[in-house]
């Protein structure tokens, strides 16, 4: 027997322990607290953070996604039975989605097989849609991003799967709040609150389909050098040619990432993000924030 649950518990599981480990470790986190979060022992976690291990093609950007975003997650306040919760959801996912098919076709010689997937019970759900939003934002409130807040705020937003109307996406109404440079806590979640980014990410799903959430914020010229160090991928929108929307509608998958928009008269730059979770997003948008003040010095 082959499940491709195989990969995920001898393959997937321990890599993305490793990586939390070492995020976590390198936010202050004790090895102990760790532990209890990765399901392991302290012993294990300094292991961790003393290994080194060579990626496996095929799962690294599972890997970093998953990894990413339950990092994210635990320092947003999770516990580690929502993280366990968290971890299985990704995976079911991966799974049902055909990210693990090539590692499967290449480890066992065969397609792997789909009859093992039960019903993805919690995809498309309302409440998790806007519960996993007030968990990024909860992580935004707690990593402060005063280089990427525009004048007209930021904002996130995530749609149901499957999403085809502004009533599917889910979206903080008036944007994100904020003081100093620090997001504060938001309005109630609402769906077909945010017509231009509910838009723009609809336009994204229709290219490609494991988008689901997008994060909108400020944007500077200088930053697309950085955005290249940080290994973003990152298109440029010239609005001479065609608006966002289209662009968007155009791509292929895997082409869109992050879009770059340098405004235009009356309209302030702009940065969109799009990963498969606002805690995706919200992890990248840290990320940039982090480089940037690495190279003010600050």
């Known amino acids: 027997m082959l499940p491709p649950h195989i990969i995920v518990i001898e393959e997937i599981l321990p890599e993305v322990r490793r990586k939390m480990a070492r995020s976590l470790y390198s936010e ?42 339950l990092t994210v997650a635990v320092l947003a306040g999770a516990g580690p039975d929502e ?24 480890r066992f010689q065969r397609d792997p097989c789909r009859a ?3 019903p993805m019970s919690n995809i498309g759900d309302r409440a998790n849609v806007s519960e996993d939003l007030l968990t990024a934002v909860r992580f935004l409130i707690s990593h402060p991003i005063p280089d990427l807040i525009p004048a007209l705020k930021v904002n996130i937003a995530y749609a149901l799967e499957g999403a085809e109307e502004i009533e599917d ?41 494991n988008i689901r959430a997008v994060i909108s914020t400020g944007y500077r010229e200088e930053m697309k050098s950085l955005l290249s160090e940080l290994g973003i991928e990152h298109v440029a929108l010239d609005r001479a040619k065609e608006e966002l929307t289209d662009m968007l ?6 082409d869109i990432k992050c879009v770059t928009d340098p405004g235009d008269f009356g309209i302030e730059p702009c940065l969109y993000i799009f990963g498969t979770s606002p805690l995706e997003v919200v992890s990248m948008v840290v990320e940039i924030q982090n480089k940037i003040g690495e190279k003010n010095g600050s």
């Open 28 to 69: 202050g986190m004790s090895q102990e607290k760790i532990a209890k979060y990765l399901g392991t022992s302290q012993a294990m976690v300094s292991r961790y953070l003393k290994e080194e291990r060579l990626s496996i093609n095929e799962i690294s950007s599972v890997v970093n996604r998953v990894s990413r975003e």
């Open 83 to 106: 993280i366990t919760e968290r971890f299985c959801n990704l995976m079911e996912i991966s799974i049902s989605k055909g990210f693990l098919d090539d590692r499967y076709r290449k």
């Open 116 to 118: 093992c997937m039960g």
């Open 169 to 209: 996406v889910a979206s903080f109404p008036g944007r994100l709040p904020d003081r100093n440079g620090r997001i504060l806590e938001p309005l109630p979640v609402e769906f077909g609150g945010s017509k231009h980014l509910a838009t723009a990410l609809l336009s994204a799903m229709a290219g490609n389909s």
């Open 249 to 254: 509608k155009r791509s292929q998958p895997g």
